[in-house]
């Protein structure tokens, strides 16, 4: 008699089941597991609270344990696409035309009253709010200091931002700010996962360039670029630019000299459902933080507090994996980004503090029938939806001989120390659509030591100032597509893939110098099988 979920047959559930278990001997297996659960206890000691992490998948039975080890151990055969491989983003990929819009369309597995709901929090995502008060009832609480009036507006059709250029304001890339702690006080906070770092005295954690009638904006990010020529093994010469920061027209007095400046570009909007329900064991299992097998790699994981429950758990959302879960991030966006409160974060007044009191005096739009939030309840779990169930678009060209080239190319090069191919997705998830996927999105969500040329020199959690969490790839060819530029990395310094990169040190070292001394044939085709993602 069949179970009563069968996955294989039904396209709109998860594809696992179908695919085929590759024999492995019972050996393999168990060793397998013993190594992933030393290694995923190794990783929790060093975050700090062991008990706090799972440290095995407690969804899965020990059949259904074997088949996922071996559908997402790394491929050895390069000769031809992987099953499933087409649909990088399990069975929600978008088969849509590979558009302007293709990072904006739903999971193609949700239910018709959930498409509904994606619409709706679309629509949501895209609203313009406007300052208080205003007749506009339910749109106003602007500010009084934000970036943008929209998330769309920074998530510019819901893919990546890019850092300013010439007289053009920065709509889709931020400065940070931030301090390490200073005294015994502030240590123990971070310890204890009570802070991720501590924000400028007066400016606050986040460089707001503008602000509602009556008030001024605290200043405008300047980036000065240059250019660094390096030479290839072949002898080709690449030009890099490197970006230094500044902020113009302070408006509220000088920065605290502690403060550092950490720009951040708005990352793609695809896939981040999916990425919520990898299991924590699965991440853990690929961290390594004292390089036990000397590859040179130490992945370790970012442990926060979930600002909704309290609880110590596992980052993985941001540029240093500083965030549990999305709607979190869509909170932090909205007060840090737009200055709307919401439950999650109740600061009516955004990024104000408390040495800007004419900010503090602004009036806020909280509408008491609604809710004591500017965004209630209804608002957040529309935009969390949406924001949960934006499809990745299904690959292109996989199966070219270029493209599979440049696919052993990555393997070979060592990329996949850091961008790990494959997850399957925890099968008890709040959403049908996402539970049980084989998904494709090419990051381990742990931080890297990323070498000093793309250090930032600011501390989040336990993320040091030359660590960032390796960004999933899936859909990076089509970042041209969606937003008529291609910028790279966390400040769009990269023009190119390429550039991209050079631009890794660290622990990205090795296989940095790889592609640099690698034939120009080979790092083509590893290119063209980055643009197929």
Not at 48 to 55: K, R, S, Y
Not at 73 to 88: A, I, V
Not at 166 to 188: C, H, K, N, Q, Y
């Amino acid at each position: 008699m069949r179970r009563s979920v069968d996955f294989s047959r039904r396209a709109r559930r998860a594809a696992v089941d179908a695919l085929p278990l590759r024999k492995t001997p019972r050996y393999r297996i168990g060793r397998e597991a013993s190594l992933l659960l030393a290694i995923m206890l190794s990783a929790s000691a060093l975050a700090g609270e062991p008990a706090a992490l799972p440290t095995s998948r407690t969804d899965l039975t020990p059949k259904d344990q074997a088949r996922v080890l071996a559908v997402t151990r790394p491929t050895t055969d390069f000769t031809r696409p992987e099953p499933f491989e087409l649909m990088q983003g399990g069975a929600g990929t978008s088969r849509k035309d590979a558009s302007r819009d293709a990072f904006s369309q739903s999971s193609a597995n949700i239910t018709f009253e959930e498409e509904g709901t994606f619409k709706l929090g679309n629509a949501l995502f895209r609203k313009n709010w406007v300052s208080s008060p205003s007749s506009t009832q339910a749109s106003d609480g602007l500010g009084p200091l934000f970036n943008e009036r929209a998330c769309q507006n920074c998530h510019l059709k819901d893919g990546r931002g890019r850092p300013p250029e010439g007289d053009v304001r920065s709509t889709s890339m931020f400065l940070r700010l931030a301090r390490d702690a200073g005294s015994a006080e502030e240590r123990a906070a971070l310890a204890d996962h009570k802070l991720l770092n501590f924000p400028d005295p007066i400016y606050g954690a986040q460089l707001q360039d503008l602000a509602v009638p009556g008030l001024k904006g605290e200043g405008r990010m300047r980036v000065d670029y240059q250019e660094q020529k390096v030479t290839l093994g072949d002898g080709a010469v690449v030009s890099l630019r490197k970006p230094s920061y500044t902020i113009e027209n302070l408006g509220y007095g000088p920065l605290d000299p502690r403060t550092t400046l950490s720009p951040r570009l708005t990352p793609p909007m695809i896939g981040l459902g999916l990425i919520e329900q990898i299991a924590p064991a699965d991440i853990l299992s690929h961290a390594d933080p004292d390089d036990r097998n000397s590859d040179g790699i130490s992945g370790r994981p970012n442990i926060v507090r979930d600002e909704l429950s309290a609880a110590v758990t596992l980052g993985r959302f941001g540029w240093k994996a500083q965030t549990a879960l999305i709607r979190q991030q869509t909170a932090d966006a909205f007060a840090g980004d737009i200055g709307i409160s919401t439950p999650e974060m109740p600061k009516h007044w955004g990024d104000c503090t408390e040495a800007q009191k004419d900010c503090l005096v602004m009036p806020d739009g909280v509408q008491q029938r609604l809710g004591t939030a500017e965004a209630p309840p209804p608002v957040m779990d529309l935009v969390t939806f949406y924001s949960q169930n934006l499809a990745v678009p299904a690959r292109r060209n996989l199966d070219e001989p270029v493209v599979l080239a440049g696919k052993k190319q990555f393997s070979e090069m060592g990329c996949i120390a850091c961008h790990t191919p494959k997850f399957v997705t925890m099968r008890g998830t709040p959403y049908k659509a996402q539970a049980f996927q084989l998904i494709w999105p090419y990051s381990d969500f742990l931080l890297h030591d990323m070498g000093e040329g793309l250090a930032d020199g600011q501390r989040v959690g336990e993320a040091s100032g030359s660590e960032w969490r390796t960004p999933p790839l899936w859909g990076i060819g089509l970042t041209a597509t969606v937003n008529g530029n291609a910028f790279y990395l966390h400040d769009g310094r990269a023009r190119t893939l390429a550039e991209a990169i050079l631009w890794h040190g660290g622990e990205g070292r090795k296989a940095r110098d790889r592609f640099a001394g690698a034939a120009a044939a080979d790092r083509e085709a590893l290119i063209k099988f980055l643009e197929s993602l």
